[in-house]
């Protein structure tokens, strides 16, 4: 089918979703998914294997492959997530900001859904499932592109969910699939704006560029995530260790990772050497600018300037030595993403400037950057996090995949 | 100087304010530059003559040599203007939705400015004023970039302005403004996506969709009214006819005017002949479909698709009988321009379907159209109205030109 065709169906589908699709009926369609994904768990990772096969011949990664794998446990997985998202509180519908204005008319917002939204994105055929649930549960329609490599998956996964619609006398298309592996069918879907309303593209930062370039359609997304933690000199410097770690070590492949350490000045001489340290003896590398270099030199490497923009995902760590929390909000502006940084501090004013003067999207007090996360933060699943500066900033759950209308209940009320 | 060059200052002056610009800096700022318009009220009356008399040579029309004129009273408008946004209250820095998350940290969301703005604009120099005044109040940067038929005008207010960020120890490009009325230095804008964070077009449909089609940054706009009235079979029809006459009449050259009329063929046979009626009298001309033409056809013409689709910004109206609310939803979603549409009902069951259902920025119940506006709906002074579905729908007021980051206070926390 051609893609415009595609997302011309998608639409009807969403407008007709728009008056049929309430809260018990998208529930019951996500239960019923998951009862399905139960039925059918052989066909899914029969499905599944041919995928690994092709994979093995293309010479996948043993990481690829492992990302792409379907097992019992991980289709359990998604049958949690599942039901997870049936339990989180429906964002469509809610009325707030209503007030009654001087002349006597009723003015307020109510939060509807965004449209069709085109998710693109790579290896886990998970995504599929968790991607399609949060747009259901928020009264969108979805039309999904996972990566080639997981194609028979996700089809697998798809005419489960598509079944499901059918048999619940929903269009079949407000979850709709691109059934093509060819690259230029995305092409065709990023210019679909009179379908097609927001794209979230999910995956590597090549990926994402090249959906930002070619789209004539909003993208909501992140590129990467340069997390710093800046340890001031008025920390407690027990909590800046654990928090250090914690932020670096605990999983550093995430983009909520830190990936540079700034340390001021008058405490460096205390913290750096047991931190440093420590973060060596965990599998951390480190490079380091020329002032870090007087506290703690052993196994270090020469910091380079593409270092401070550098998203290792990975057990690496950059690590510079500020006079002062100016320089370190300056430098966070400039080399970071955007995407989560955070101080360590005692002291209130130092914590509220840097709250008010680092411009990302998540800013934290005495925290980990590893805690930025939907789930986290109380938002249930997320679909993904932006770091743009319009409609959503850090983690979108399911209240970022709805816009709003102004709503007027008036007695005859008209413009004097 | 260079549009990119001219951006980078501007979004470095937005930087620099960030960090500097409180509300009571803000609000000293306006009332300075409201000071110095009374002061060189002559200077700017003057440069305006310049404009108008370019206007007189180029054969402008007489409308847009009297949107174009600078007066006492229109100075004075803009002094009140800026007086009034100087009362309203400052979005920047609130903190909402904050909660104690189970482990112990607090997250919430604190509204911060977007950024870096572009806002290009036609005719009125009044605009200069206003648009700049809004995204100072919301802590934003601007880069103006008014019509070339008000070049002088506009050239002399943005002196003022800078003056006075000047004279309070602010980066004159916080406002900047393209100083030639060369149509490529707008183009050159739109692919700024590096510095500038959002565009707002103000003006003819011609402009806004040369905007769209070129920018590489977010744009919020909307490109016409097509605002419907449906007058539906349980509607008080003494309420209804006033309504529909305050839409239509009041002030038709506005986007929210009414331009289509819907009635309920119950009630057509009662209300058609006395609305249509009155609104002839008013010198309102009829383009109706055949039903219509049942219950009145005096001095009416034959409604073609177009008109269905048609924004008049005058006099005229287009007129259909309907069979139900379900015929009138489909028509509104499918014709409309998802501005503004009102249902005339007692019927709370037909109020919530209509509410629900009909996919516009604004969307009302016994009132008329001609409310959908900023100043009614209690935001204050509009920067514009947006027909988008990401970000901001409807009047857009100084909150919408702010946006959100995370905060997070810890006492150590990390991920478990």
Tied chains: 1, 2.
Excluded at 183 to 196: C, H, P
């Amino acid at each position: 089918m051609e893609i415009r065709e595609l997302a011309r169906l998608t639409n009807e589908a969403f407008k007709e979703f728009l008056k049929i699709g309430n809260t018990k009926l998208k529930n019951k369609i996500l239960l019923d998914i998951a009862k399905k994904i139960e039925e059918k768990k052989e066909f899914i990772i029969e499905e599944n294997k041919k995928d690994l096969e092709n994979g093995e011949k293309n010479n996948l990664s043993k990481a690829l492959l492992d990302r792409l794998e379907l097992n019992e446990k991980r289709i359990n997985g998604m049958i949690k997530a599942l039901e997870e998202i049936v339990a989180l509180p429906d964002p469509v519908g809610k009325i707030y900001d209503m007030y009654v204005r001087p002349d006597g008319f009723k003015v307020g917002k109510m939060r509807v859904p965004i449209g069709v939204i085109g998710i693109i994105y790579e290896a886990r055929p998970n995504v599929t499932i968790e991607a399609a649930a949060l747009t259901l549960k928020s009264g969108n329609a979805t039309i999904l592109r996972g990566g080639s490599s997981a194609f028979y998956s996700n089809m697998a996964l798809v005419s489960v969910i598509q079944e499901v619609l059918k048999e619940n006398n929903v269009n079949q298309y407000l979850i709709s699939y691109i059934e093509t592996t060819d690259r230029k069918a995305v092409d065709e879907l990023l210019v679909q704006d009179e379908y097609v309303h927001l794209i979230i593209p999910r995956g590597g930062e090549g990926l994402i560029r090249s959906v930002v370039e070619k789209s004539r359609i909003p993208v909501l997304k992140h590129y990467k995530g340069v997390c710093h933690v800046y340890v001031d000199d008025e920390a407690d410097l027990d909590m800046a260790l654990n928090i250090v770690i914690n932020a670096k070590v605990q999983r550093p492949a995430v983009c909520n990772a830190m990936e540079t350490l700034l340390v001021n000045k008058e405490v460096a001489s205390k913290f750096l050497p047991i931190a440093l340290k420590k973060l060596q003896e965990l599998g951390v590398e480190l490079r380091v600018d020329e002032k870090t270099k007087k506290f703690y030199s052993e196994n270090v490497k020469d910091a380079t300037e593409e270092d401070w923009y550098a998203e290792y995902l990975d057990l690496i760590l950059a690590v510079k030595v500020v006079d002062d929390i100016d320089e370190a909000i300056s430098h966070i502006n400039k080399y970071g993403s955007a995407h989560t940084d955070s101080i360590i501090t005692k002291n209130i004013l130092k914590a509220h400037k840097f709250i008010t003067e680092v411009d990302s999207s998540s800013v934290m007090v005495n925290a980990s950057t590893r805690l930025s996360d939907g789930g986290v933060y109380g938002l249930g699943a997320e679909i993904g996090i932006s770091t743009d500066r319009l409609h959503a900033r850090g983690p979108m759950g399911l209240e970022e995949l709805t816009t709003y209308k102004w709503i007027v209940y008036g007695e005859g009320h008209i413009r004097e």
